[in-house]
């Protein structure tokens, strides 16, 4: 591992060496090699398909492993996109001089070593992997292993760019001992790694949150929540809430809370359940909602719950102030939306909600790199410090100050 860590801390010396547009040309190759390499990739892609059904994962996790032509396409352009991005290392983020004549700069310079810790979607390889390059960052990835044959075969393509370009493929490297003996070694190794990013489920990320010795940023679980309130427009919130359980239930940007104002329930909720039944998922309700429509009993421990399923909970509240509340109480500071027409309410509900991404009469499912026109992500960090919400190029930088003086002295 020392040995391993020791040629990545090397390497990370070696991407200062480059210019924005040779990172640029490379990102592009690496763009092509993902496309060249569609079939062997998939190939790869239902290998761990098949473990994973013989395994019994859910439909849920399938579906985040999954790679066809549509999606390893969509990786390219991913990758496309991080290299049209304007340069993040370099940029003077600020300048003066001082009394005494010093000229200071405060410039933005990659992090160093960044080690990324994540499970199931295999396309965060090729995205983390773009998004450290452009940075000047060297990643080391640890995926999950349900999808270690596809993150072998793109961690492949993305490196045989590098050895055709002469540059170390340690820049790109997959975690060499991928147990948890594996991941517990990486996670205090602080003499050679500057960042750890854990993305994927709460065991995880509390194991690394507990344990790492290394600066770490919480990609942590989704308790994401919307609000209807009494001044919404009821087909607008019906339509929001749909998108934001079911167009892909099993992302930690999907809602798992769905919030009504008491004032408008008998009205909202037989058209909620309609909608939802519709798309098969499972509702569990307060006892103010059950009395509405049927549903399944919520517990209080379901309010605590990331599914990452076609399940909702539904809670009756008090207007604005129950849902915010009930959000201080359950949410896990990711993404919460309110839906309403009211300028008020909405101003009160954005302003008291401690989270990475509040919306107004929109979607949760926006947190997202790539929806955010940040390209693409390396994880959605509910941290305070350094970076929060979807974590792009910018999150990957820190900075240093650069003071030009002639013969001051103090």
């Known amino acids: 591992m020392e040995h391993f860590l020791q040629e990545a801390k090397a390497a990370s010396r070696v991407l200062l060496t480059l210019s924005g547009a040779e990172?640029?040309?490379i990102l592009r190759e690496m763009a092509g090699a993902l496309r060249a390499n569609t079939m062997n990739i998939i190939e790869a892609n239902a290998l761990d398909m098949s473990e994973g059904r013989n395994n019994g994962l859910s439909s849920a996790l399938l579906d985040r492993l999954l790679l066809d032509e549509k999606r390893i396409e969509a990786m390219a352009v991913a990758v496309e996109e991080i290299a049209a991005l304007k340069e993040p290392v370099g940029r003077v983020l600020d300048g003066w001089v001082t009394e005494n004549g010093l000229k200071i700069e405060k410039v933005s310079i990659p992090i160093g070593v960044i080690g990324i810790i994540y499970e199931s979607r295999p396309n965060v390889t090729s995205d983390t992997a773009a998004l450290c390059f452009k940075s000047a960052n060297v990643c080391i990835l640890k995926g999950g292993k349900e999808a270690q044959r596809s993150n072998e075969a793109i961690a492949s393509a993305l490196r045989?760019?590098?050895?055709?370009?002469?540059?170390?493929?340690?820049?790109?490297?997959?975690?060499?001992?991928?147990?948890?003996?594996?991941?517990?070694?990486?996670i205090r190794?602080?003499?050679?790694?500057?960042?750890?990013?854990?993305?994927?489920?709460?065991?995880?990320?509390?194991?690394?949150?507990?344990?790492?010795?290394?600066?770490?940023?919480k990609h942590d679980k989704g308790l994401c929540h919307t609000y209807i309130d009494r001044d919404a427009i009821l087909e607008d919130a019906i339509k929001?809430?749909?998108?934001?359980?079911?167009?892909?239930?099993?992302?930690?940007?999907?809602?798992?809370?769905?919030?009504?104002?008491?004032?408008?329930?008998?009205?909202?909720?037989?058209?909620?359940?309609?909608a939802f039944d519709a798309a098969h998922t499972q509702l569990k309700g307060c006892a103010v909602t059950r009395a509405i429509i049927e549903a399944d009993a919520a517990s209080e421990a379901d309010f605590d719950t990331e599914y990452l399923a076609n399940i909702l909970n539904i809670r009756v509240v008090d207007g604005v102030d129950g849902a915010i509340e009930h959000i201080v109480r359950h949410g896990s500071g990711h993404s919460e939306s309110i839906i309403t027409q009211n300028v008020t309410t909405a101003e009160h509900f954005m302003n008291s909600i401690d989270a990475a991404a509040v919306y107004l009469?929109?979607?949760?499912?926006?947190?997202?790199?790539?929806?955010?026109?940040?390209?693409?992500e390396v994880g959605i960090s509910t941290n305070k410090l350094h970076a929060r919400g979807p974590m792009g190029i910018e999150g990957l930088t820190t900075y240093k100050y650069k003071i030009y003086g002639s013969g001051q002295i103090r």
Do not use: H, W
């Open 189 to 217: 190794m602080d003499k050679y790694v500057d960042l750890i990013i854990p993305r994927g489920g709460e065991a995880l990320v509390r194991f690394v949150n507990e344990n790492a010795t290394v600066a770490v940023v």
């Open 361 to 376: 009469n929109a979607s949760t499912r926006f947190t997202d790199g790539g929806a955010f026109g940040f390209g693409a």
């Open 160 to 186: 045989g760019v590098l050895r055709r370009n002469a540059l170390p493929e340690a820049l790109i490297s997959l975690l060499p001992d991928a147990s948890r003996e594996g991941v517990a070694k990486l």
């Open 240 to 274: 929001i809430a749909l998108n934001a359980k079911v167009q892909r239930p099993g992302v930690c940007n999907a809602m798992e809370t769905l919030l009504v104002d008491s004032a408008v329930a008998a009205e909202a909720l037989p058209r909620l359940k309609a």
């Open 23 to 25: 990172k640029n040309c």
